[in-house]
């Protein structure tokens, strides 16, 4: 298990604006012959921001870095399901997540992570079903109403 990994409530900060200009300027000094290393760092930078189109960018080199070299796969999971957390995009954060979990059982990170998603889904699951059902209540007030004014 590789420990260094930040647990998720690590991805809540951000990085300085000066911290991730760093990162940017290397990647971009890199440009065509970037190293996955380099890349890997802007990318976690990126997942850290809070713009979204910055941990749009996250998401999507990373997603790259896991294509191109299958030995920062695993590395790419955890990271991928932050990225996706952060987004919103709740099932491809608990697929990657999963993903991770079958390969590492008892990575605390990845753990803690599916539960964040887990707290997540059943809470605006739990707000969807409030909605809809609050919709449906007024729908059927109105409906009443319209009937009962059309029986006069």
Not at 19 to 29: A, G, H, I, P
Not at 71 to 98: H, I, Q, V
């Amino acid at each position: 298990m590789n420990t260094h990994l930040p647990y998720a409530v690590d991805a809540e900060s951000s990085l300085k604006p000066a911290e991730l200009q760093v990162l940017r300027s290397q990647y971009e000094k890199e440009g065509d012959y970037v190293g996955i290393q380099t890349k890997f760092n802007f990318a976690w930078g990126l997942i850290r921001s809070n713009s979204r189109s910055e941990e749009q960018e996250g998401v999507r080199l990373l997603s790259e870095i896991f294509r191109a070299a299958p030995e920062r796969r695993r590395e790419c999971l955890y990271y991928l399901a932050l990225g996706n957390y952060k987004l919103g995009n709740y099932g491809e954060a608990r697929r990657y997540n999963d993903l991770l979990l079958e390969k590492e059982p008892a990575n605390l990170q990845a753990a803690s992570l599916g539960t964040l998603i887990d707290e997540k889904v059943s809470k605006e699951g739990l707000m969807g079903i409030a909605i809809v059902g609050g919709l449906a209540l007024a729908a059927g007030v109105v409906g009443g109403i319209m009937f009962r004014g059309a029986k006069r």
